[in-house]
C-alpha cells in the first residue's frame, strides 16, 4: 500500500531564506506528482504536477524535482516571502481497482516569519 | 479560466440528518472524484464516477455514502445518516480524462460539521 511522507512536519524560517521540503512514497509505481498549497481551512491550490517521465518543473519561486527510483520529491522554495506561509502537500497519482488516484502526504506546515 | 465549484462552502448538522455536498465540475470533463479531510490529517480518496458509475470506492466509502450525477452539470455526494467522525472537509475534484498524466482539478471544499 502506498505512503507518502512529508518531512518536515513544521518548518519556520526568516523571510528571503530559501528553503526545502521533502517528500518521500513507498511505490515507485506512479504516475506522476503534485505539489498543493493549502492555506488554513482552505482548498488546496495546485503548484506543480511532475510527471514520471521528467526530472522537475519550474514556476516562479518554486522548482520540483521528482527521483521516482529512490522514491522521493523535493520542493524548492527561493527567496520565500511571508505569503507563502501555508501547509504544503504532495501527493502522488497511481493505478487503483479502477481509477487514477491521488494519494497525499501528510503535509509541511511552513510559516515564514518577516 | 474553467474552475470546478462546490456548495455549500461550511454545512452544519446534526447527527443521523441526511446531507448532500454540490459539486459542479469543469463542463467538459467526464471523470469525478470526491476526497476529505478529517481536521489535522491526510487528503483521503473516497470515490471516483465516470459514466454514471462509481469507477473506484475506498473502503471509507461505505453504504452511508452515495455519489449522482443527477444533471448535465451538477455531482453529488450524499450522507445517510451522519455520524459525528463524517466532520470534515470534503473535495470533489474532476479530470477530462481518467489517463494518468491529466491532471484532476479540485473544487475549494465543504466544511462539514456534524453535532
Known amino acids: 500500500k502506498q505512503e507518502v511522507t512529508q518531512i518536515p512536519a513544521a518548518l519556520s524560517v526568516p523571510e528571503g531564506e530559501n528553503l526545502v521540503l521533502n517528500c518521500s512514497f513507498t511505490?515507485?509505481?506512479?504516475?506522476?506528482l503534485q505539489w498543493f498549497r493549502q492555506d488554513p481551512g482552505k482548498g488546496l491550490t495546485s503548484l506543480l504536477l511532475i510527471q514520471s517521465s521528467q526530472r522537475e518543473q519550474t514556476s516562479g519561486r518554486l522548482n520540483a524535482s521528482l527521483d521516482k527510483s529512490s522514491g522521493r520529491s523535493t520542493l524548492y522554495i527561493a527567496a520565500s516571502q511571508p505569503g507563502d506561509s501555508a501547509t504544503y502537500l504532495c501527493?502522488?497519482?497511481?493505478?487503483?481497482?479502477?481509477?487514477?488516484?491521488?494519494?497525499f502526504g501528510t503535509g509541511t506546515r511552513l510559516k515564514v516569519l518577516a | 479560466e474553467p474552475e470546478v465549484t462546490q456548495t455549500p462552502s461550511h454545512q452544519v448538522t446534526q447527527m443521523g440528518q441526511e446531507v448532500i455536498l454540490r459539486c459542479v465540475p469543469i463542463?467538459?470533463?467526464?471523470?469525478f472524484y470526491w476526497y476529505r479531510q478529517i481536521l489535522g490529517q491526510k487528503v483521503e480518496f473516497l470515490v471516483s464516477f465516470y459514466n454514471n458509475e462509481i469507477s473506484e470506492k475506498s473502503e471509507i466509502f461505505d453504504d452511508q455514502f452515495s455519489v449522482e450525477r443527477p444533471d448535465g452539470s451538477n455531482f453529488t455526494l450524499k450522507i445517510r445518516s451522519t455520524k459525528l467522525e463524517d466532520s470534515a472537509m470534503y473535495f470533489c475534484?474532476?479530470?477530462?480524462?481518467?489517463?494518468?498524466?491529466?491532471?484532476?482539478?479540485f473544487g475549494p471544499g465543504t466544511r462539514l460539521t456534524v453535532l
Open positions: 475534484a474532476s479530470s477530462q480524462t481518467d489517463v494518468p498524466y491529466n491532471e484532476q482539478f
Open positions: 511505490d515507485s509505481a506512479i504516475y506522476n
Open positions: 463542463s467538459n470533463h467526464l471523470y
Open positions: 501527493a502522488v497519482r497511481e493505478r487503483g481497482s479502477g481509477t487514477y488516484k491521488y494519494i
